[in-house]
């Protein structure tokens, strides 16, 4: 019984770190394509502010100081997609994937040029991340009986974070469906020339939405490095950001709905962690690769059979051109 206590509890603090990052880009998802712009390169931007928080963090930046820097490095790479997308009314996929292209490539280059270790920055030190909110307090209660495991795994033993990231799905919830910005960005999604009548900016909510994502995937980047893993490693973010896509359209761009989503992933993530290496009855032991690829297939098949069906605010993907 405790060794099953401890497994369960093992396996649901993991959910809960793996999803960080996932719930973080899914809530930007959510924001950008609400206001009506295509959101493809959260990957990109999560993968820049990784290795801009690494990089930081490596030299001695303070922890909150890096994921200031990593932040405005994702701000940076939003305002380039919202320059060309929203002012230029350029196509919003192809700008995507050219950020997501940009950023696989430039951080690889600039890892082995300024740190010289094939890719990586030098390992952070515990100063410049972000660890456990009370630090000794998991370890305190683990041996407590039956709530203790929980307690420790699944509550005490995370950093400010993971705390942040759950945080902002109702924060995200209560801005979009309680606020006028939120009333004003839905409706710059579904039609944007009411919104202009009314005499409101389409393309200033836009830029605003846009800039949020951004500053989202600049948390689950600088999270990557400075909380889950202490250094930067090319291409580290392993298409979390597409995962993030799929739990937004799976959640129907609503944010409570795509942090369930996400906490989906990061469940079947865990599990595969768990399973590898351990026979089960009747099937024996499952192969690391098939366990590995469950998350991506996942995501494979809510994006196939759910796409179709989701209903995407009417205005998403389509430039406005205001009317003289």
């Known amino acids: 019984m405790d060794d099953t206590l401890l497994i369960v509890a093992s396996v649901l603090g993991a959910t809960l770190r793996i999803a960080v990052p996932l719930v973080l880009c899914a809530l930007a998802g959510v924001f950008s394509e609400r206001s ?17 928080a690494a ?7 303070p922890a909150m100081a890096a994921l200031g820097g990593a932040m405005a490095v994702a701000m940076l790479f939003s305002a380039v997609h919202a320059w060309a997308c929203i002012t230029h009314r350029g196509d919003q996929i192809v700008s995507g994937v050219a950020l997501n292209v940009i950023a696989l490539g430039l951080t690889a280059v600039l890892g082995l040029v300024w740190f010289a270790h094939g890719g990586r920055t030098p390992d952070i030190s515990p100063d410049s991340r972000f660890t456990a909110v009370i630090p000794g307090a998991a370890a305190a209660v683990q041996r407590w009986p039956v709530v203790g495991p929980l307690l420790s795994e699944v509550i005490l033993g995370h950093n400010a974070l993971v705390w942040l990231a759950f945080a902002l799905v109702p924060a995200s919830w209560w801005l979009l469906y309680r606020t006028r910005f939120g009333l004003r960005l839905r409706a710059v999604g579904e039609n944007p020339a ?35 893993n202490a250094s930067f490693t090319p291409g580290m973010t392993a298409g979390r950001g597409f995962m993030a896509l799929a739990a937004m359209v799976f959640g129907q761009w609503h944010p409570l709905r795509a942090g369930v989503a996400c906490l989906l992933f990061g469940f079947l993530d865990a599990v595969a ?3 590898q290496g351990v026979a089960l009855p009747v099937i024996g032991t499952v192969p690391v690769e098939l366990i590995q690829a469950l998350p991506y297939l996942l995501t494979v098949v809510l994006l196939a059979g759910f796409f179709g069906r989701a209903q995407a605010p009417r205005a998403l993907g389509t430039a406005y051109v205001k009317e003289r």
């Open 36 to 52: 009506g712009v295509i959101d493809i390169g959260l990957e990109g931007k999560m993968l820049a502010a990784a290795f801009a």
């Open 55 to 61: 990089s930081l963090g490596a030299i001695g930046w």
């Open 194 to 228: 009411m919104v202009d009548s009314a005499g409101i900016s389409v393309t200033g909510l836009r830029w605003q939405g846009v800039l949020l994502a951004g500053a989202l995937c600049g948390i689950a980047g600088a999270y990557l490095t400075l909380a889950q």
């Open 273 to 275: 962690i768990r399973l």
